[in-house]
C-alpha cells in the first residue's frame, strides 16, 4: 500500500491528514494554541503491513532537574498504555532546540520516545484512532 493509498483510507475513515510524505502519511492529532496541526501520529508502508507510529516528547525545559534517565522515564510511563496495546519502542533520542534567529544557541533540549506498531489494512483505523488518543507529551498544555 502506498502512502496516497494509506491517505485515502484514513480520510475515508473520518480523520484528517496534516501531510504525506514519500514514505509516511503524518495524522492530524490536534491544534496547538497557534492553530497550527500538530501531529505525532503516523502511518507508513511496512513490507505487505502498515505500520503506525507514536512519537511522544517532551523539552528539558519543563523538568529542568531531571536527568536525561528521569525524562526518559516520563516518556515511557506516558507509554505505558500503549506498550499495553502491542506497540514497541523503536528509538529514544533527544535534539536541540535551536534559536530560529541564531542557529548557534541552543534554547532548550526536546527528548523523545518513538513507538510502532505493525497492523493489517482493515485494523488500522482503530490503531490510529487509540494512537491519536494517547497523550504524548508530559508537558502541561494550559
Known amino acids: 500500500m502506498t502512502p496516497q493509498e494509506i491517505k485515502k483510507v484514513i480520510t475515508g475513515g473520518g480523520l484528517e491528514v496534516y501531510r504525506t ?20 501520529v503516523r502511518v507508513r508502508p511496512n513490507g505487505s503491513e502498515l505500520e503506525v507510529r507514536l512519537i511522544m516528547g517532551l523539552r528539558r525545559g519543563q523538568y529542568p532537574n531531571e536527568t536525561d534517565d528521569q525524562l526518559f522515564g516520563r516518556l515511557r510511563e506516558l507509554a505505558s498504555p500503549a506498550l499495553a496495546q502491542g506497540f514497541r519502542e523503536v528509538h529514544a533520542g533527544f535534539a536541540a532546540v535551536n534559536d530560529p534567529a541564531d542557529a548557534k544557541k541552543t534554547l532548550d533540549t526536546f527528548f523523545e520516545v518513538i513507538l510502532a506498531k505493525a497492523t493489517t489494512t482493515a485494523e488500522m483505523l482503530e490503531e490510529v484512532r487509540f494512537a491519536m488518543g494517547i497523550a504524548k507529551t508530559a508537558e502541561s498544555r494550559h
Not at 510524505?21 to 505525532?40: F, K, Y
Open 21 to 40: 510524505t514519500g514514505h509516511e502519511v503524518i495524522v492530524a492529532d490536534r491544534v496547538r494554541d497557534n492553530l497550527i496541526l500538530d501531529s505525532g
